[in-house]
């Protein structure tokens, strides 16, 4: 009996003899693995949420740099994290902070600026980090069909440069305003053919002393306020002590990787729908609120409710959209029998408020001689008399065709641009070429 428990003893000292000498070389083999495989980007790859941030990486990234040479603490490459530190990116291997801010940087070819300049501090404690510019911004950093792993957030650009200060933010080199078109649209034409005839920018800019401002009105839209709402989307609760701009700065911004956007409502910088679908029908709701009326630019009457600003409320020929009408009108588009002419205003991006400036969206008469030659009300009110009196002749017709029995395909095709023109409302001014040729195509047909 002892023999065989003797027996007994031996096989379990030998079981746990090679479980312990496999146990020991798992762990060394799991450290092995946890020392040295976090260096290979494909051990990243093996969480699926990191596929996408691989691709691009693997795709766009031309320099020979690992997961590790930018997410790791202290620039050690032993452990990883997901933000990346500024002495990641200024170390002699990749972007030396000497050299970055010691020469002048190109944007898509569009404009130039110094780093420098950007990474200095600012008022209410505001110090940018790398990241704060350059972040991985998925499908948003398209170019070239390949979503780039590093793309500039143009948000937070707008809302650094075009954000409401009380004190405005100047350039170090030349102390004009941050917000200043000229800073980035140095890549104006400064002649443009248009419809053979030529424009030339340095002759409203320079002699005639008209700002961007004053032709492209309402590019920038909405504030880029925090409200507290912002704050619940990464936050259950918030401490008192985080109310003001310096602290959330500090916490945020120069100790975190936290981008503009979260926080701050987003700026957009262009002119298309959002200025067509919110901008003008908030400003023509505060007309309506207070009663007010507008004043045709050319005539100098003034009219309740003028036909030519739709609302939602309003029926129009195109549907309920707001300005609809006026903006394919103004676009050259929306008749029917003729080919798109765009005014020429609107290949020079000139935009409603250029003319329609106050709240309520009047025109004064002498408008437009802040920009054309004096005089040029005058001009444009007899072309709308002239327009007025194609209206009528094409009117006449309409009537007339019906009696003589004329097809009912010319007939419908020649009102629906009658109604096109006289549901406008400018009688030729958003478009004065193009309305001329629906007007007078319907009525060679009808004829």
């Not at 972040?135 to 793309?151: P, Q, T, V």
């Not at 350039?171 to 030339?200: N, Q």
């Not at 002119?271 to 609120?289: C, H």
């Not at 045709?296 to 036909?307: A, E, I, L, P, Y």
Request: hydrophobic content about 30%.
């Amino acid at each position: 009996m002892l023999e065989n428990i003797r027996k007994r003893d031996k096989k379990a000292v030998r079981i746990l003899s090679i479980v312990t000498i496999l146990s020991v070389i798992c762990c060394l083999t799991l450290v092995v693995i946890t020392a040295h495989k976090p260096n290979s980007p494909k051990f990243c790859v093996r969480c699926h949420s990191m596929a996408p941030s691989y691709k691009t990486w693997n795709e766009t990234v031309s320099c020979n740099t690992g997961c590790l040479s930018c997410h790791t603490d202290n620039n050690s490459g032993r452990t990883l994290s997901v933000e990346i530190e500024d002495n990641n990116c200024t170390n002699t291997d990749c972007h030396p902070f000497e050299k970055l801010t010691s020469k002048v940087s190109n944007y898509k070819d569009l404009f130039s600026f110094n780093h420098k300049t950007h990474l200095k501090e600012y008022p209410t404690n505001l110090k940018l980090k790398c990241t704060g510019c350059h972040s991985y911004l998925g499908s948003n950093a398209e170019e070239d069909g390949k979503i780039r792993h590093f793309g500039i957030d143009e948000n937070t650009c707008y809302i650094c440069h075009f954000i409401e200060r009380e004190t405005p933010l100047l350039t170090a080199k030349d102390k004009i305003a941050v917000d200043e078109c000229s800073l980035c649209h140095k890549d104006v034409a400064v002649k443009v053919m248009i419809y053979e005839k030529e424009f030339d920018h340095l002759e409203f800019v320079k002699e005639r002393k008209v700002k961007c401002a004053n032709c492209h009105l309402d590019v920038v839209h909405r504030d880029g306020n925090v409200e507290e709402k912002n704050c619940y989307r990464c936050h259950t609760k918030i401490p008192k002590e985080y109310l003001g701009a310096e602290r959330m700065h500090d916490d945020h911004v120069r100790k975190h990787k936290v981008p503009c956007s979260p926080c701050h409502n987003e700026i957009l910088h262009k002119w298309g729908d959002e200025y067509i679908d919110n901008i003008l029908p908030a400003r023509n709701a505060v007309a309506e609120n207070e009663n007010s009326s507008m004043v045709s630019s050319v005539t100098g009457r003034t009219r309740q409710r003028v036909v030519s600003i739709y609302t939602k409320e309003q029926e129009s020929v195109f549907g309920n959209v707001p300005y609809l009408l006026q903006r394919k009108l103004y676009a050259g588009k929306g008749g029917r029998g003729v080919g798109d002419s765009p005014d020429p205003m609107y290949l020079a991006t000139v935009n409603c408020t250029a003319c329609h400036k106050n709240r309520d969206l009047s025109v004064h008469p002498l408008t437009c001689n802040v920009c054309h030659e004096k005089g040029f009300h005058k001009t444009m009110a007899e072309q709308q008399e002239y327009i007025t009196g194609l209206l009528s002749s094409l009117s006449e017709l309409l009537v007339e065709s019906q009696k003589r029995g004329v097809s009912r395909s010319l007939i419908d095709e020649a009102q629906y641009n009658y109604d096109l023109v006289t549901s406008d409302g400018s009688f030729g001014v958003h478009n004065i070429k193009y309305v001329k040729d629906l007007i007078n195509y319907s009525i060679q047909n009808l004829e």
